[in-house]
């Protein structure tokens, strides 16, 4: 099912930083590790959650320490995304331009919590309200992420199914041209 299946750049980006900090399971999925691995001084405060670089490389993130530990994971994979991905002040930055890294950092999410390459090598249940129930026990997300996540991986699934069925059909016609 998952030949078809075909990553957008940003989640091979994301794939791509996975395998250099060798994340390999989804319990590395954590703000410890992932923290560690990337030199970024968490702080948990009352505070809505942001990002700084204080100087080149080195960065701090706060974490609004009234969420839940699931939601401050995700809190922090968001933060990550604007680290490692957007640069510059968004008080600065003309609204269409906030929206788009928002939208991006959103996108990350999904894409970091419950990387393709771990998914893909489940063993999911048939039923999808199973299989929903086993990816968000295995990645620890809320099962609307998980849903939203297999969602997206069935629509890219299928998108690639209709490509290669045109891709064959262009063939076909020009092998059908080149006969005549």
Same mark, same amino acid.
């Given at each position: 099912?998952?030949?078809?299946?075909?990553?957008?750049?940003?989640?091979?980006?994301?794939?791509?930083?996975?395998?250099?900090?060798?994340?390999?399971?989804?319990?590395?999925?954590?703000?410890?590790?992932?923290?560690?691995?990337?030199?970024?001084?968490?702080?948990?405060?009352?505070?809505?959650?942001?990002?700084?670089? /204080?100087? +080149?490389?080195?960065?701090?993130?706060? =974490?609004?320490?009234?969420?839940?530990?699931?939601? #401050? $994971?995700?809190? @922090?994979?968001?933060?990550?995304?604007?680290?490692?991905?957007?640069?510059?002040?968004?008080?600065?930055?003309?609204?269409?331009?906030?929206?788009?890294?928002?939208?991006?950092?959103?996108?990350?999410?999904?894409?970091?919590?419950?990387?393709?390459?771990?998914?893909?090598?489940?063993?999911?249940?048939?039923?999808?309200?199973?299989?929903?129930?086993?990816? /968000?026990? +295995?990645?620890?997300?809320?099962?609307? =992420?998980?849903?939203?996540?297999?969602?997206?991986? #069935? $629509?890219?699934? @299928?998108?690639?199914?209709?490509?290669?069925?045109?891709?064959?059909?262009?063939?076909?016609?020009?092998?059908?041209?080149?006969?005549?």
């Amino acid at each position: 099912m998952y030949a078809y299946y075909q990553m957008t750049t940003l989640e091979k980006w994301t794939e791509d930083l996975y395998e250099r900090l060798d994340i390999r399971h989804p319990a590395q999925i954590s703000i410890k590790h992932i923290s560690e691995r990337l030199n970024i001084w968490v702080h948990y405060l009352d505070v809505r959650s942001k990002c700084i670089e /204080a100087s +080149a490389g080195m960065y701090s993130m706060f =974490l609004d320490s009234r969420l839940p530990a699931e939601l #401050q $994971r995700l809190e @922090f994979l968001h933060e990550l995304c604007h680290l490692l991905r957007h640069a510059g002040s968004h008080t600065l930055m003309p609204e269409h331009f906030q929206q788009n890294q928002e939208d991006e950092a959103e996108r990350f999410i999904l894409y970091a919590a419950m990387p393709f390459s771990m998914i893909s090598t489940m063993n999911l249940p048939e039923l999808r309200e199973d299989a929903v129930n086993a990816i /968000a026990a +295995a990645f620890q997300v809320p099962c609307e =992420l998980a849903l939203q996540r297999i969602d997206q991986i #069935q $629509r890219r699934v @299928f998108q690639g199914q209709l490509i290669a069925v045109m891709e064959r059909n262009e063939d076909r016609k020009l092998i059908h041209r080149h006969i005549r």
